[in-house]
């Protein structure tokens, strides 16, 4: 049959054998909105014509990019939203419950073999766990809520197998920057990607979410991996419903392969205002920082915040500084909390936020001024992201963003080895 | 008559430059919402389109947030068509969900202000200025579906869903 993972999630969805190049109507496990698309799902299944959902137990909305509400304009949203929510009897988890990309697999909504669809380009995360999830926009996501189905042209696929051990200090997001990088922003533009390799096999869940979250910084539609048993631990300790792992035939047709070993790999930094322009962090140390953002669906989750809190531990920011911490779910800020976490943020001088987005879309809780440069945790670095286009940002990893913090200039997160 | 408008950038205009975040949870109406099409990049830049005309790029048009915006926007400021010479694909998606025209060619002989005009039945662009004709990438069968409803909201419910598309 020889089959990628994507062409095989699309033939069980869709009842066809599914090969790149086709067009199939195949059906939708799960999909969602967030704050800023769901008031467009809202109007667009309005339009329709369409009295109910097709399942309301496999639509959610999540109010996290703009939450609580900074404005009036938002807060309509917000009430469009709930409203909604309460009219067709769907779940909407309200302001300081997490990011989507978090809750969303968190509550159990998303197991292996999936096709989901989130109105979020982010949504490529559950990719980690085995699941074809993919970002659509809001009317295409009202397609989905009203009738459970959706029409997707079956991508080709990329390889990507990453071997080699991380260096101390060097974590899946320098890797998945490392990528980034060399593929490019447009390099997997409508593919999907398969995650391979020794290095992706030793990292955790968590770690293994932020390498697929950004699979759409090099435009692919998705960034799945493989199950295997930490996958399946996962899964099982998460999902409410029953999964069913999908592997890539041996012989499958992969576009292109691509092969990196990480052993020597240094910390990576995005500079502004592309993802794809990045550099390792010693051509950029010494850049002055105006804000950390520590958080988001990239790198909010607790052994994110981990990695933070030790190097934060008993030491204060630098004069000046702001930074700012956003756990990704309630979950993670109640585990960060119980783990003191937060005590040490607090106590170094972090502003720490509800759970949600945080400043990553410069919408609100962080807003940069002309002038001035972000070291964010994010996934994007584009001109104007965080509010203004007057600033600059640098995209890295917890840990580096912390050193950051200290330092008060772009920092090498080795130099606090003893404490990783 | 016309014409084509190019940004100062070429590749990678994500939908951040279309329109801004600070836009999307603010403005309902989609008109003002084109007020604001690449603001951080070109102030008043609207202000050059007339009705009819054309946006031109070169590769990855579209990439980033998922936000439908950009094309609601984009349609809304009275472009006939983006033609670049890729596409993101959400953006893509989205483009035709809303109704707003993209098509993909070799776009480095589109100069600012170059006269086109678009036969997407004959998969050709004609530029008018330079005298040439240039190949269109055919628009899938699909997506001329959609723009002919006026969009995929339409055409599911004219159709009463997808099922005779294929």
Known sequence: ?420 | MAYAHRLKINDDINTDYIISGRYKFKIQDEKELAKHIFEDLEQDFHKKIKPGDFLVAGENFGCGSSREQAPVALRASGLRAVVAKSFARIFYRNAFNVGLCVVECETNYIDDMDELELDIDKNLIKNLSKGVNIEIEPVPRIMKKFLESGGVVEYFKSHGGFDDIF
């Open chain 1, 1 to 420: 049959m020889r089959q990628t993972i994507a062409e095989k999630i699309l033939s069980e969805h869709s009842g066809k054998r599914a090969r790149a190049g086709d067009i199939v109507m195949a059906n939708v496990d799960f999909c969602f909105g967030q704050d800023g698309t769901s008031g467009m799902i809202v109007d667009s299944f309005r339009r329709m014509g369409v009295e109910s959902v097709f399942d309301k137990d496999r639509f959610c909305m999540v109010i996290d990019h703009s939450a609580p509400s900074p404005n009036i304009g938002v807060s309509a949203i917000h009430d469009k939203m709930r409203g909604f929510a309460r009219e067709q009897s769907v779940r909407v988890f309200d302001i300081g419950e997490g990011v989507c990309h978090q809750v969303v697999p968190e509550s159990g909504y998303v197991t292996c073999g999936d096709l989901v669809l989130g109105a979020d380009s982010h949504t490529c995360t559950y990719g980690a766990v085995n699941v074809l999830s993919t970002g659509v926009g809001s009317t295409d996501l009202a397609i989905a809520l009203a009738s459970g189905k959706n029409w997707f042209k079956v991508p080709e696929t990329m390889k990507i197998v990453v071997d080699g051990k991380l260096p101390k200090g060097v974590y899946s997001k320098d890797l998945i920057l490392y990528v980034i990088s060399d593929v490019k922003a447009d390099g997997a533009t409508y593919q999907s990607v398969e995650f391979y390799g020794q290095a992706i096999n030793s990292l955790s869940v968590d770690a293994r979410f932020t390498i697929s979250n950004m699979a759409v910084e090099m435009g692919a539609k998705s960034g799945i991996m493989a199950p295997d048993r930490k996958t399946m631990d996962w899964i099982n300790k998460h999902s409410i419903r029953q999964p069913r792992p999908v592997e890539a035939d041996e012989d499958a047709k992969y576009l292109e392969i691509r092969e990196y070993d990480v052993s020597e790999l240094e910390p990576q930094v995005a500079c502004p205002h592309t993802v794809d322009n990045v550099r390792p962090i010693g051509e950029v140390l010494g850049t002055p920082v105006n804000e950390v953002n520590i958080g988001t669906c990239t790198n909010g989750r607790l052994e994110d915040l981990e990695v933070a809190a030790s190097i934060l531990k008993g030491r204060k920011i630098a004069k000046g500084m702001k930074l700012i911490i956003t756990p990704a779910s309630r979950k993670i800020f109640l585990d960060a909390m119980k783990k003191g976490y937060l005590d040490i943020f607090v106590e170094a001088g972090a502003a720490v936020n509800n759970p949600g987005c945080g400043p990553c879309v410069g919408t609100h809780q962080g807003v940069l001024a002309d002038g001035e440069t972000a070291f964010s945790t994010a996934n994007r670095n584009f001109k104007g992201r965080m509010g203004n286009p007057n600033a600059e940002i640098y995209l890295g990893s917890p840990a580096a963003a912390a050193a950051t913090a200290l330092a008060g200039e772009i920092a090498d997160p080795r130099e606090h080895k003893r404490r990783l």
